[in-house]
């Protein structure tokens, strides 16, 4: 992940869907995206001209398409053919405006605070972002779309780092403590999410438990085809996490005078994440499909969202 989400994002990363995806159809003639690398379909790279190396974008684009994974991400799966680059003027009110928010601001957070201090920050970012929402609101927009943040005390990053106690993991050899954040994170999320939906009668709020989708598929993987949990498909350091922080995803560097090249696995499928902070197209495939499955939607699809059951990807 990269820097906190609002702040790089609301410039940089308002994106439309690409047309790369199987018949799924929002039914809307734009959506504008605001998130962080989970959702990035290329605006880190094209605005800051940061460099991405093969493997990443192997599986479906067969290079890196400024998408820090190996193909797919889950906004590719839920979005549909958007035929124009820039939109009408009338598609920012017509639009749906995804958010996909947490990630970076409390993994980034413990690096320098406790897990009280980290907690204790939650209102002030929500507080940021209910600004930030309203201001989309004023101006028009009227379909909301909330992801809300992973369980991101099972990324290998914060493992490596944070995990070096094994009393410090719960029983899926997760970070706790991250954990405990993100859902505490989530809970005022998803009353603040209630709190929009209350307020803009007029508007459209969905709220989708990621955390929920990601956690299911960690503790039972197998169930979904996956034969590792917990490992970067593509990273340095080999099992049980194959994460170094000093090598990234598909670079070659020097360490303690080796050259040592971070490269993919033979089979992306088998891997639920991708480069120790991501995951891959095959774990973001089944996380939409659980996301249209309707089970961790607030309110359900079926209330509001029928189109969404005829989703196949």
Not at 49 to 60: I, K, M, S, V, W
Not at 111 to 123: G, L, N, R, T, W
Not at 239 to 251: E, K
Not at 294 to 301: I, K, L, Q, T
């Amino acid at each position: 992940m990269r820097t906190p989400f609002f702040f790089l994002l609301i410039s940089a990363l308002i994106s439309l869907c690409c047309p790369l995806i199987l018949a799924v159809d929002f039914n809307y003639p734009a959506i504008f995206n605001f998130g962080d690398s989970n959702s990035d379909t290329g605006g880190l790279i094209a605005g800051l001209g940061e460099r991405l190396d093969p493997p990443n974008g192997q599986t479906f684009f067969k290079k890196p398409s400024g998408r820090f994974c190996d193909g797919r991400l889950i906004i590719d799966f839920l979005c549909g053919k958007i035929d124009r680059i820039l939109p009408r003027e009338d598609y920012f009110k017509q639009g749906l405006y995804m958010f996909d928010i947490g990630q970076n601001d409390l993994a980034g957070a413990f690096y320098s605070k406790s897990e009280d201090q980290v907690i204790a920050s939650i209102p002030i970012i929500l507080l940021e972002f209910e600004v930030g929402i309203k201001k989309l609101y004023d101006q028009g927009a009227r379909r909301f779309w909330i992801h809300n943040t992973g369980p991101l005390g099972c990324l290998p990053q914060n493992i490596a780092v944070f995990g070096k106690d094994p009393s410090k993991l719960d029983e899926l050899g997760c970070v706790s403590s991250h954990n405990r954040a993100s859902k505490l994170f989530n809970l005022q999320l998803h009353a603040l999410s209630s709190k929009f939906q209350g307020q803009f009668t007029d508007a459209n709020v969905t709220f989708i438990d990621i955390f929920s989708i990601k956690y299911e598929l960690i503790s039972n993987f197998s169930r979904y085809g996956f034969e590792h949990s917990i490992t970067a498909c593509c990273g340095y350091g080999g099992p049980p996490l194959n994460y170094d922080s000093r090598v990234a995803c598909g670079q070659t560097k020097s360490l303690n005078g080796s050259s040592v090249t971070a490269k993919g696995c033979d089979d992306t499928t088998e891997y639920i994440n991708w480069d120790g902070i991501h995951y891959t197209e095959a774990a973001n495939l089944q996380v939409s499909s659980l996301i249209v499955s309707g089970r961790y939607a607030d309110p359900p699809f079926s209330d509001r969202m029928p189109f969404l059951l005829k989703l196949k990807f």
